[in-house]
């Protein structure tokens, strides 16, 4: 199976941890392989698969990327 990736509607970024820094990553393209993995393809060419969290610019203002986990019926 490939993977596709697909441009985000309005700029997104992310971030992610290393050991002294939180670094903060623009974000150029977004692929969603086994219907929940998440990879992302930065400005810079880097592929990251693992985000602490993310952000979408929505007027100008940086909103949180959130989810939560649906109920078990």
């Not at 990553?25 to 219907?35: E, G, K, L, R």
Request: proline letters at 4%; aromatic letters at 10%.
């Amino acid at each position: 199976m490939t993977t596709e990736f697909i441009q985000p509607a309005r700029p997104m970024r992310i971030y992610t941890d290393s050991k002294q820094h939180v670094l903060c990553h623009h974000v150029f393209a977004i692929a969603i392989s086994n219907s929940n993995d998440l990879e992302y393809l930065t400005i810079d060419g880097t592929f990251i698969t693992k985000a602490m969290f993310a952000e979408t610019l929505i007027d100008g203002v940086w909103h949180a990327i959130d989810s939560r986990q649906k109920p078990e019926l």
